[in-house]
Structure formats: C-alpha cells, structure tokens
C-alpha cells in the first residue's frame, strides 16, 4: 500500500520523532512504500496568506507551492499522522497543513447549496500516532477533540469510506521510560499489521 505519513513536531530529538521512526520503520517492514513528510524538517508555511484564501474556492488557482503535498495526498492510499495533541488539538503547524492542502477539488468539491462530495477516496485507511500530556480522564472530560475532528468531520467529508485508526498515549507528562517503551512497541505492532 502507498502510506504518506505526515510528521509534525519541532524537534527533531523529541518522542514524537522516535513515534515517527518506529512508524516508518514498522510500515516498510511490513512492505508498504512509505513517503514521508516531514513539516517542521521542511520548513512548511502553515499560514494561509490572503491571497490564498482569495482563491481558495477557485479549484483552477495555482498553487506551486503546494503542488508536491497535494500529488503526495492523492497518491496515497493511506494516510499516517505522527503528532502531539496540544491543548486538545493538532498542532498549528498541522492545522495549518489541512487548511492549505486539504482544499476544494483535492480533499471535496462543492457540488451546489449544502452538497460536499468527497474527493479523497483513494485513502482507504487514516491512522493518527499522538500522544497527550493530559491523563485520560481529563480527555474523557472535554469529549477527544481531535478524535472527533477525524471521526464525524474530515473523514465523513473527504473520504467517507475509509477506515480511521487511533493510536494515542495520554498523560505523556508524566509517564515513565519503561511505559514510552511500551507504547513504540505498541504502535510497531499495530503498523505491522496495517
């Protein structure tokens, strides 16, 4: 399967990237081609400028900047997020990701009043890593904002088919070598068998 795997954080010594390295390491293993893209590494710009969001309907507007993260998302088969969960959310910087690449007429299509189709049905799976610094009750609490963002909005709308896979740490704060060993082998596992 072709698996774009999206990483997002500014460190490149952090958890986040040994998450992102077993994933990758774990995919190829199991003999996937994997590309990844790396959005701090790759200095990418998550600001929409306001020429942008000028023509962010126009589905015909260039976008060369852009041009390689959109052909990565539409090869895709499947799509693999490697990113911390800060103050409920993504990261500015992924947040920023979906705003400019996840576009009308690559991501949907506006089809008249109220009509959204979805245009990336090539994704058959969609699978986040992330680890939270909140302890799950707290996440219990607010109701998992990001999971809910990928469960009832960007899955349904862009690839309603696709299957969405979780795989998340909480109380990353706190928890002890041994437990982060744990969840590498954990999400190892898990991407083996994607």
Known sequence: MRVLLVHCHPRADSFNAALC?????????AGHAVEILDL???EFDPRLSPDERGAYFDEAA????LAGH????RRA???????????FGLPAMLKGWFDRVWLPGVAFALGGAKVLQPRLTNLR????????????WLLWLVGWPDWRLFRFGIRPLCSPRCRLSWIALTGMDT???????????????????F
Do not use: C, M, N
């Open 175 to 193: 928890v002890t070598a041994p437990a982060r060993q744990r969840f590498l082998e954990k999400v190892r596992r898990r991407l083996s068998a």
């Open 70 to 73: 959109i052909a990565a998302l």
């Open 77 to 87: 088969e499947a799509l693999v997020l490697v990113y911390p969960t800060w103050w």
């Open 62 to 65: 260039a976008r060369p900047e």
């Open 40 to 42: 701090y590494a790759q």
């Open 125 to 136: 799976r969609i699978t986040v890593v992330t680890t939270y610094g909140s302890p799950r």
């Open 21 to 29: 390295d077993t994933a990758v390491s774990a995919l190829r293993s």
